[in-house]
């Protein structure tokens, strides 16, 4: 193979940034304020992250206080980076603006200010009261539909007007109705509605692990990753498209965002697949795909990952370890595609010498992954997520300056340093506005009771059954995560979704997992599927047929959740007791491992249409049944699923030797 194949950093024709702002929601509808107000913009993130760093390292303030602030410095944030429209001005903000930026100010620093006042109160609202909480409730639905997009704060609203109006709702859903006064008041002035456990998640360990993962950035851990996954898999007949699948990996471990992730990994890889062979929609379709797992992977995760921590009193440490296997099989889901259809199409990977030396690569820039190490080590010490990452973030900047100092270079300087605390804070204002509409939703929910009632009418329609059960949480979570970020949906599906799971006996941490993983899912899953339509704009390839490709990719990954809702081994879970998790050892975990391997690797061949030979209809078919045969793991169902492969395997070997012992006959 030629150095044509071959892909530098200096090769890449596309600009990040540029295609962060076409694809990634956030990017695409922020202004780019300069000058004066510019300034005034970077100081408020700078003073911002600031505020965050130092209620980490020295403790956070009152709950209520916390929340507000961090509110006011995030709804500030966005009001002066989102316009109102898509046309609106672009480089400054309006009248309007301004106005939103003085009421957020007003309204949320009554609550910082008159804390205790507020508190001894109780139910007697003052007209004050009253008027400031409809404003901030309006104030929160503009900025998330500014921020996000209207799918939210739609969302949001239809459940403010269920609560006004049970009354007149029929059957299950109905109930006796609430006054808008006690509305606002359950919204505004108690920590179960805007200020709710959402914000609260945001306003400390989400931050901190956004502000994180941009110290990662300006110290050039991405481009490290890239480089070290081309050391791994830049050889394999997949090279290319493997090495997507593990830098892609490697960057969501410590992203949460899978456009971004999708952009910054997809710029060096999807050419490079492009180059080797592979079409330009598969080449966007394996990104988009393996840029999406990161919000599952550990040891960041995404933001939803907090929450789940939250709601169900969890240590966080404790998810991490029970997501890593499912997030583990995922990615092995991903390659395994991935080298079927290289297979397929008998493409081979890159030469040794030209790759990247690993030896050489540790040697040189190993201390890169020192701060990730030293976050994990933390949390299985049992510090708190919140000073974990503190330790972490300081560390990092202490590394970057040593590296530079050592090196003579200016890699990581003031600027760099206050980029970073600028970049953290952007970045965490769509999460943060997802957050406070979402604590709407869950506000609601607590007021009337909805959760346990879709809890009954899922039961009920799926007559009791697990399997169907699964089913339609999963279609829901897919359809929810469409339109919403996947912090929101896992918020909404947490409160109305899992309560059924639990119901029929699915073990807690699992049936949290479950949603989490397809509200994932959704960000390839068409019509609306960001991560999909990124990695097509990089590839100059069809939207809809790169996301429809994406899922395919990804579809063998879909049998992994199945399997850990019906034996929470594979999670290493053996139950879940009032927020305290007992593990069980990890070879206990082996035989569900082994099962879940082989669903996987059938499905892919039934979808692919080749295991190591193309395959005749009734091969897909058999290879099919297998893997939902493995879906619910037992030894009947196992012992099924490993003969279809291994006889399925044998005929297409036989079928090939066959094939080349013609061949060689005619060719004498």
């Known amino acids: 193979m030629s150095d044509k194949h071959l892909i530098t950093e200096s090769d ?4 990040v940034d540029k295609l962060l702002e076409e694809y990634d929601v956030d990017a695409s509808k922020s202004r780019k304020l300069t000058g004066l107000l510019g300034k005034i913009t970077t100081y408020i993130a700078i003073a911002m992250s600031v505020f965050q760093l130092y209620t980490a390292g020295f403790g956070t303030l009152l709950s209520v206080k916390q929340r507000a602030l961090h509110i006011i410095f995030a709804f500030t944030l966005g009001f002066l980076l989102f316009p109102a429209t898509k046309k609106g001005n672009k480089t400054k903000a309006s009248i309007l603006d301004y106005v939103f930026i003085i009421l957020n100010v007003i309204i ?16 007697n609202m003052s007209s004050v009261d009253i008027l400031f909480g409809g404003l901030a409730i309006l104030l929160t639905l503009e900025i998330t539909r ?15 007007l269920y609560a006004r109006f049970g009354p007149y709702l029929p059957g299950v859903l109905g109930h006796r109705g609430f006054s808008w006064e006690r509305i606002i008041s359950h919204m505004y002035l108690t920590l179960e509605g805007i200020l709710g456990i959402p ?14 993962g941009a110290f990662l950035d300006k110290t050039g851990v ?5 480089d070290l996954a081309y050391s791994l898999t830049g050889h394999l007949k997949s090279g290319p498209a493997m090495t997507a699948v593990v830098a892609s990996g490697f960057m969501g471990s410590i992203s949460g965002s899978s456009v971004a992730n999708t952009v910054t990994t997809g710029a060096f890889t999807i050419p490079l697949m492009k180059k080797t062979g592979y079409k330009a929609y598969f080449a966007g379709a394996v990104e988009a795909a393996a840029s999406t797992g990161g919000q599952i992977m550990p040891p960041v995760m995404g933001a939803a990952a907090f929450i789940m921590a939250e709601f169900t009193g969890i240590p966080y440490i404790k ?6 296997i ?12 991935v080298h079927l259809e290289a297979s397929k199409l008998g493409l081979k990977g890159l030469p040794k010498d030209k790759l990247p030396k690993i030896s050489k690569l540790m040697l040189s ?28 973030i300081g560390i990092s900047i202490i590394i970057a300056i040593a590296a530079t100092l050592i090196k003579g270079d200016k890699s990581f300087g003031v600027n760099e340093f206050l980029g970073a605390l600028e970049q953290g804070a952007k970045g965490s204002v769509g999460v943060a506005c997802a957050c406070a509409c979402a604590g709407i939703i869950v506000g609601i929910v607590t007021l009337t009771g909805l959760g346990l009632r879709i809890a009954e009418l899922i039961v009920t329609l799926a007559q009791g059954k697990l399997l169907l059960t699964l089913f339609f949480t999963m279609i829901a979570s897919i359809i929810l995560g469409m339109g919403l970020p996947t912090t929101a949906k896992y918020i909404v599906l947490a409160t109305m979704a899992v309560p059924a799971l639990i119901k029929l006996d699915v073990n807690l941490m699992s049936a949290h997992l479950f949603i989490l993983y397809f509200g994932v899912v959704a960000d390839i899953t068409p019509p609306v599927a960001l991560a999909s339509y990124a990695g097509a704009g990089i590839a100059g390839a069809n939207a809809m047929k790169t996301g429809f490709q994406a899922v395919k990719i990804a579809l063998a990954a879909f049998i992994v959740p199945y399997i850990f809702a019906y034996d929470s081994s594979l999670i290493l879970v053996k139950e879940v007791v009032d927020g305290t998790v007992t593990f069980m050892p990890f070879i206990s975990a082996i035989p569900v491992i082994l099962s879940a391997i082989i669903g996987i690797v059938c499905l892919a061949s039934a979808v692919e249409g080749y295991l190591t030979d193309t395959c005749k209809v009734y091969e897909r078919v058999l290879l099919f049944a297998a893997a939902l045969s493995l879906l619910k793991p037992g030894l009947l169902s196992d012992a099924f699923g490993i003969v279809v492969l291994a006889f399925i395997y044998f005929m297409q070997k036989s079928r090939l030797k066959i094939n080349k012992s013609d061949t060689s006959s005619i060719n004498y």
């Open 326 to 337: 499912p997030a583990m099989l995922y990615y092995f889901a991903v390659g395994t595609m």
């Open 365 to 392: 820039q190993g201390y890169l992954l020192i701060p990730l190490f030293i976050i994990v080590a933390f949390l299985v010490m049992g510090y708190t997520p919140l000073l974990s990452a503190f330790y972490a």
């Open 199 to 212: 914000i609260g998640v945001s306003a400390t360990f989400v931050f901190m692990f956004i502000l994180f």
């Open 319 to 324: 998810i991490v370890v029970a997501a890593a």
């Open 12 to 15: 890449v024709a596309m600009d």
């Open 146 to 160: 500014r921020a996000v997009g209207p799918e939210l704060p739609i969302v949001a609203i239809l459940f403010i």
């Open 222 to 226: 991405g481009k490290f990753f890239i």
């Open 108 to 123: 949320f620093g009554y609550l910082f200010i008159f804390v205790k006042e507020i508190a001894l109160k109780g139910v």
